[in-house]
């Protein structure tokens, strides 16, 4: 388990790619695996445009019942989101995509968790189990 | 950053996607495919993703504006080689490409351009 730096364009690709490993390696099928990474790409580029960059721990994790998954966290620094609700509706954005990104990445994982605080940064937390 | 090249066979551009794709990268593509077009008159542009194991919001919006914008041109657009897993995650993530068509795969996107069965 390592954080993975967050500060441009490469490194989103560089925490798909790691995601994707740890999800194959979490015997997951390729559908999760993918809703997995795609989840992680939304997340990724958040931090990067959003946040102003910061880091991704990328971990493999067993459930109490003893399943496998992976879970990465992304923190940041960045001003926050003052408005929760609004950044989680779809179709809301404030920058040049389809406001899908933190919509549609809560809705591919089956665990999702965001922390903010307005001026001090962002954190979310996101897992897939292998089913 | 990474290219990715398009090439001209008869009056259709052909783009084979072979690298993971960063932002910058599809970004470029957008401008590269609208300067072709121009130049060239294609009437054209099937973008084949066979390899592409991911389409996130970001990706899926600009392959959607390649589709639109294309059509300013007078050119189709057709989208190539989804893999199943990438199709199943893009309808879950909410995204609609509008502005392109799909095919299963290149010949039979080049028969959707050419106006056949």
């Known amino acids: 388990m390592e954080d993975l730096p967050i500060r441009a364009g490469d490194d989103v690709v560089r925490v798909r790619q790691q995601v994707r490993a740890v999800a194959a390696a979490a015997g997951m099928s390729l559908i999760d695996q993918t809703k997995a990474v795609t989840a992680a790409s939304e997340l990724a580029r958040n931090t990067l445009v959003h946040g102003g960059g910061g880091a991704a721990r990328i971990e493999k994790v067993t459930s109490a019942a003893g399943r496998a998954g992976v879970r990465v966290a992304f923190e940041d620094s960045g001003p926050g989101i003052t408005d929760l609700d609004l950044a989680l509706t779809d179709g809301w954005s404030t920058g040049t995509g389809m406001g899908l990104g933190l919509s549609g990445a809560r809705r591919l994982v089956d665990e999702f968790s965001l922390t903010t605080e307005p001026g001090s940064g962002t954190t979310v937390v996101m897992t897939k189990w292998a089913r | ?117």
Do not use: H, W
Request: hydrophobic share 50%; aromatic share 2%.
């Open chain 2, 1 to 117: 950053m990474e290219r990715v090249p398009i090439l001209k066979i008869g009056s259709t551009l052909l783009v084979s996607i072979q690298v993971d794709l960063q932002d910058q990268s599809v970004q470029q593509l957008q401008e590269d495919v609208a300067e072709r077009i121009a130049a060239t008159g294609a009437k054209g542009v099937i973008i084949d993703i066979t390899a592409v194991e991911i389409v996130d919001s970001f990706i899926g919006r600009m392959l959607s504006m390649i589709g639109s914008m294309s059509r300013l041109f007078d050119a189709q657009t057709v989208l190539v080689g989804m893999r199943p897993a990438v199709a199943i995650t893009l309808v879950e993530l909410g995204l609609t490409l509008d502005g392109v068509q799909t095919a299963l795969n290149t010949e039979k996107g080049l028969r959707l351009l050419s106006g056949g069965p």
